[in-house]
Every structure is written in structure tokens, then in C-alpha cells.
């Protein structure tokens, strides 16, 4: 997610919520309290840095729980009163037109839908990863100012890795037919000239 907390937008980067969110969608923000919170509802949380979007799958008297519609296990972090967190209920996309997102029961069925998808691809992919030396590999590297690595077979993008190290594929299906350089330890010492 980019934007400051203290404003009521932000744009949607990630793989976490893709599917429910398209990558530079910005979504609409508004204060909410915990007593109103329902299971299916998407909260921006403010609690750690980066702040990230997730959605209400389980929630008591005491905390919620979050999690991720692409993701395989909840947040550890638990939501609570004192939590730092907006609703999301609006997402804006590039063509300008906005959608309302849905909370609530509607909200749960678009995780489970997600949650369905993500197993699916799972396993579709595992008969193949025997076979990764057969993956073209990526002959082009994009470094932008934030920190931020592009990877690409000609001009088809296909992955990226955050400035804090995080690679992600940008379609589950690329891991099929790419593979990306591994990752390697620069040692500083060894940059220093010789005098």
C-alpha cells in the first residue's frame, strides 16, 4: 500500500488482496469502530509499517482476525480497539469508474472465492516445479528509484521485488514459464578500491 495514514485514500500495490484489488486502484477510507466491524469487512491497518489491507475473517468481543484473500494463513497481529485501522469502502480504478466494496456475508463468499482460486493455482503448479529448469529466464532487470526490482522476458513483466526483499510473481502463472535470477549477497567489503 502507498499513501499517508493520515489521509482517507490509498493506492492498492501488492499480491495479498489481488483479485479483490487491482494493483494501482486507489481505495476510499473511512473511521469506523470496532463495535461495527463485521466478518468480511476490508480494513486498512496502521499498527506496523508498511500499513497493509486485509479482510476481517473472524472477529469477538476482544479482536479480529485478518488475513490476506490470497493468502494461506491469517495475520499474527490481531486487530483490537486500541488497533490503528480504516474501513475500506470504495476502490477507485485507473478508467476512474468506482465500485463499492462489499462487507459483511457478501465479503466472506469474495474470500472464499479467493481462498478457492488460490488452492486451485496451488495446485496446478506443484506437478510442475520438478521441472523449473525448463523456465525461460528473465533477460531484462528494471531498478526503480524506491528500491524496487522488475524483472522481464522481453517486454512481458514477470516478477518484482520490493525494497525490503520481498519477490513476488506479478500472475501465478508466470512461475510456469519464467524463472528470475536468484537473489545474491553483495558483501560492501569487496566494493571498497585497494590503495
Do not use: C
Request: hydrophobic letters at 35%; zero cysteines.
Amino acid at each position: 500500500m502507498n499513501g499517508p495514514e493520515t489521509q482517507n485514500k490509498a493506492v492498492y500495490t501488492g499480491n495479498s488482496m489481488r483479485g479483490t484489488f487491482v494493483p494501482g486502484e486507489t481505495l476510499i477510507l473511512a473511521e469506523t469502530a470496532f463495535d461495527t466491524l463485521q466478518t468480511g469487512d476490508i480494513v486498512a491497518i496502521f499498527d506496523r509499517s508498511p500499513y497493509y489491507v486485509h479482510r476481517v475473517v473472524e472477529k469477538n468481543a476482544d479482536y479480529a482476525v485478518t488475513m490476506g484473500d490470497n493468502n494461506g494463513r491469517p495475520d499474527a497481529l490481531r486487530l483490537t480497539r486500541d488497533s490503528r485501522f480504516r474501513l475500506v469502502t470504495e476502490a477507485r480504478g485507473l478508467d476512474g469508474i468506482v465500485r463499492q466494496i462489499p462487507g459483511g456475508e457478501a465479503g466472506i463468499a469474495q474470500f472464499r472465492r479467493q481462498q478457492r482460486k488460490r488452492r486451485f493455482a496451488a495446485r496446478m503448479i506443484r506437478p510442475f516445479k520438478p521441472l523449473k529448469f525448463l523456465r525461460l529466464p528473465a533477460n531484462r532487470e528494471t531498478r526503480f528509484r524506491d528500491g524496487t526490482v522488475q524483472w522481464s522476458f522481453g517486454s512481458i513483466p514477470i516478477a518484482a521485488r520490493s525494497p525490503a526483499g520481498k519477490t513476488v510473481y506479478l500472475h501465478w502463472s508466470k512461475r510456469l514459464f519464467f524463472r528470475i535470477p536468484a537473489q545474491k549477497a553483495i558483501n560492501k567489503d569487496s566494493k571498497k578500491p585497494s590503495v
